[in-house]
């Protein structure tokens, strides 16, 4: 006790600080997100998401061998669809020549040891931009899980490692495991969203893949059916348990900082790899604050990031990842 314990000895300079340090970031802590669009020469900055960039296939694949240069050796991909390509089923989601079967090829191509993970919702396929299949002003929960299925089963084909689910279906990670077991995709893994929540902080992400909900008659004007109730903390165990129990090798929770509480829940109740999204809301806000010269960008970054893996993070997907290696290295 005082005064013979004076806790501040271990606080004195940066290398007793460092010393003692409990939580530290390095490259291996990150997936990183990649935006994947038609076109060719296309590296087009997200307006809501600044110095963040929708790539074209020749283009991604440079991005591909700057990001394993700097020690990043996951990426999770999202493709933007044409119009004229979406329907109510997303069909155009298992196509074996679409972008994101293209994309994964690309990845593999010019770098055969990344790990390529891909996301599997309706939402950029639908031309309701939902998650799911519309029918009587509903998401049809069964139909869909068939569909992520298909969809999943397409993305192994084409090379990907592992799948990430993040639409919130019930039953969907079973539904995609089955299929891919059936398949002999035995060693294709499944990282499940699966505390997702009805959050406000996806707004930039939607204006960088045009996967907003449409403002129809008949059509749920947002995904508060499927994405969970953000005054829910209980209902997290519930979810996640679900997920481990039909499969899913990693599981994740999104958004992350409003949710660093569910991220600790989680870690305490499971012994499986954890991952947290650090989405595009969160990203953009601090871009903004730092270029009104309100916040320092580099620090506030670090901290943000250090708060995701000390509360238990073991994957952090995160836009940042790139600034953050950058800075440490």
């Known amino acids: 006790m005082f ?46 998401m ?32 044409e119009d004229v390509l979406k329907d109510n089923k997303g069909t155009e989601a298992w196509n074996p020549n679409g972008l994101m079967q293209r994309a994964i090829k690309a990845v593999k191509d010019v770098c055969p040891d990344m790990l390529v993970m891909t996301d599997v919702a309706l ?18 929960n069964d139909a869909t899980v068939e569909a992520l299925a298909e ?18 279906m019930d039953g969907r990670i079973l539904g995609i495991r089955e299929a891919l077991d059936q398949s002999n995709f035995i060693d294709t893994g499944i990282m499940s969203y699966s505390a997702k929540y009805a959050s406000a902080f996806y707004g930039p992400f939607r204006d960088a893949l045009d996967s907003a909900p449409v403002d129809m008659v008949d059509v749920p004007k947002d995904k508060k059916t499927y994405q969970m109730d953000f005054a829910n903390r209980d209902e997290a165990i519930k979810e996640t348990e679900m997920d481990i129990n039909e499969g899913a090798d990693i599981v994740m929770v999104k958004p992350g900082l409003c949710y660093l509480d569910i991220v600790r829940d989680i870690k305490n109740t499971f012994d499986v790899p954890l991952a947290v999204y650090q989405v595009s809301g969160e990203y953009a806000m601090l871009k903004a604050a730092a270029e009104k010269g309100w916040l320092d960008h580099d620090a506030v970054m670090m901290e943000q990031v250090t708060s995701i893996k000390r509360a238990g993070a073991d994957i952090i997907a995160s836009y940042f990842a790139k600034d953050v290696v950058k800075l440490i290295s």
Request: hydrophobic residues 40%; glycine residues 8%.
């Open 3 to 48: 005064p013979i314990r004076r806790n501040r000895r271990l606080r004195t300079n940066e290398a007793i600080r460092s010393l003692v340090r409990e939580t530290y970031i390095t490259p291996n802590d990150f997936l990183v997100p990649l935006f994947v669009v038609e076109g060719k020469g296309v590296k087009e900055e997200i307006a809501s």
């Open 50 to 81: 600044p110095n963040y960039y929708r790539y074209s296939l020749e283009l991604l694949k440079d991005e591909v061998k700057t990001l394993w240069s700097l020690g990043l050796k996951s990426v999770l991909l999202f493709v933007k669809v």
């Open 123 to 140: 939402d950029p396929y639908s031309s309701y931009g939902h998650d799911g299949i519309v029918e009587g002003g509903k998401i049809i």
């Open 151 to 168: 969809m999943s089963l397409s993305h192994a084909e084409a090379g990907a490692n592992f799948v990430a689910p993040s639409d919130m």
